[in-house]
C-alpha cells in the first residue's frame, strides 16, 4: 500500500509563512510528478503546483511566485514552502504523486489533505 503523509498546516497571520510538508511511504518502485492542489470551502480543488521527479516546478494557480514546490527523492517528500500569505489561501492543502509500486503501474495517489487558515 502506498500513503501519503501531509504536516504542516495550521493558522497563519496574513503576510505571514507556512511550509507544508508530505511523505510517501510503502509498496514504492518510483515517483513521476508530485504536486500540490488546495480547495477552498466551496470551491472546487485546484491545482497549485507540481514538481517532476527531476526537480523542475510549475506553478498553476495566481499566487505563483509566493510559493515554492521542492522535493526530496531520497525522502520521497514534496514541500510546498508558501510566503506573503494573504486570507484567499485559506483551504485545504492536499499532495499528490504519480507512484509506480512494485507490482503494478503508475497511479496517482492523495494525501489526507492539511487545513490552512490565514487569518487577516
Known amino acids: 500500500q502506498v500513503q501519503l503523509v501531509e504536516s504542516g498546516g495550521g493558522l497563519v497571520q496574513a503576510g505571514g509563512s507556512l511550509n507544508v510538508s508530505c511523505v510517501a511511504s510503502?509498496?514504492?518502485?518510483?515517483?513521476?510528478?508530485m504536486r500540490w492542489y488546495r480547495q477552498a470551502p466551496g470551491r472546487q480543488r485546484e491545482l497549485v503546483a507540481t514538481?517532476?521527479?527531476?526537480?523542475?516546478?510549475t506553478y498553476e494557480f495566481s499566487g505563483q511566485g509566493r510559493f515554492t514546490i521542492s522535493r526530496d527523492n531520497v525522502e520521497n517528500a514534496v514541500y510546498l514552502m508558501m510566503n506573503s500569505l494573504k486570507p484567499e489561501d485559506t483551504g485545504v492543502y492536499y499532495c499528490?504523486?504519480?507512484?509506480?509500486?512494485?507490482?503494478?503501474?503508475?497511479?496517482?495517489?492523495w494525501g489526507q489533505g492539511t487545513q490552512v487558515t490565514v487569518s487577516s
Open positions: 514538481i517532476t521527479s527531476g526537480g523542475t516546478p
Open positions: 510503502g509498496n514504492i518502485f518510483h515517483i513521476n510528478d
Open positions: 499528490n504523486a504519480d507512484v509506480r509500486a512494485w507490482n503494478s503501474a503508475y497511479m496517482g495517489y
